[in-house]
């Protein structure tokens, strides 16, 4: 069965450290992997998204991931924390053959101290 | 439209009443999915559209649920006889195709339903 699993329900960090939210996934097929923001009371934003093309996908804000597929993981990271960058984080991932379905993670909430 | 409209943005209603959710996708996007979002979960898939069709309606809970969308446009979510546990989030997006891996989602705002 296909799944994703994001480690880490809650991770805090201080601005101007690294942030890393960790996504792994699973599935006997190639996936499509994307990470989605969410920040109080707005929209789900699309922060960037691997497609079988580059391994290290560069996203909005400073962002990137690197998909390992060895590891099958799709790990996000940000070299420095801003204090906008709090906000719920999501691993999506969606396998050919599964229509527009795409499968969310349960969401890791960032928080950043000054 | 510029975005995703969704109304009502806020709903509350009591068990057992009828609610429609309603959904204004992107100009242009053939697809349309619909999700929800409980309190401090993730998003539960529901339904999705392509065109007018639904190719894939399987996260749908019960027979409670249903949703139906206008050629390439407009989509409404009918929730029957609510349950204390249909109180979510209710989140529709749209994309151009619905094609995976070309498959970049403009989320809405959202209809929060609370169900007293």
């Known amino acids: 069965a296909q799944s994703v699993t994001q480690l880490d329900s809650h991770v805090s960090v201080s601005e101007g450290t690294p942030v890393l939210l960790r996504c792994n996934y699973s599935?006997?097929?190639?996936?499509?992997l994307f990470w989605y923001v969410q920040h109080p009371n707005k929209g789900l934003q699309l922060l960037l998204k691997?497609?079988?093309?580059a391994t290290l996908v560069k996203g909005i804000n400073g962002f990137e991931a690197e998909f390992k597929k060895s590891e099958t993981s799709f790990h996000l990271t940000k070299p420095s924390a801003h204090m906008s960058d709090a906000a719920e984080y999501f691993c999506v991932v969606t396998f050919w053959g599964q229509g527009g379905k795409l499968i969310f993670g349960q969401g890791t909430e960032l928080s950043v101290k000054p | 439209g510029a975005g995703v409209s969704q109304s009502p943005s806020n709903k509350v209603t009591e068990k057992g009443k009828d609610v429609e959710l309603r959904c204004d996708p992107i100009s242009g996007h053939t697809a349309l999915y619909w999700y929800r979002q409980r309190l401090g979960q993730g998003l539960e898939f529901l339904i999705y559209?392509?065109?007018?069709?639904?190719?894939?309606k399987s996260g749908l809970p019960s027979d409670r649920f249903s949703a139906e969308r206008t050629g390439e446009s407009v989509s409404t979510l009918t929730i029957q006889r609510t349950q204390q546990e249909d109180s979510a989030v209710y989140l529709c997006?749209?994309?151009?195709?619905?094609?995976?891996?070309?498959?970049?989602?403009?989320f809405g705002a959202g209809s929060r339903l609370t169900v007293l």
């Open positions: 599935s006997s097929y190639s996936p499509s």
């Open positions: 691997y497609t079988s093309a």
């Open positions: 997006a749209s994309s151009l195709v619905g094609t995976p891996g070309a498959n970049v989602l403009t």
């Open positions: 559209f392509q065109g007018n069709s639904a190719p894939d």
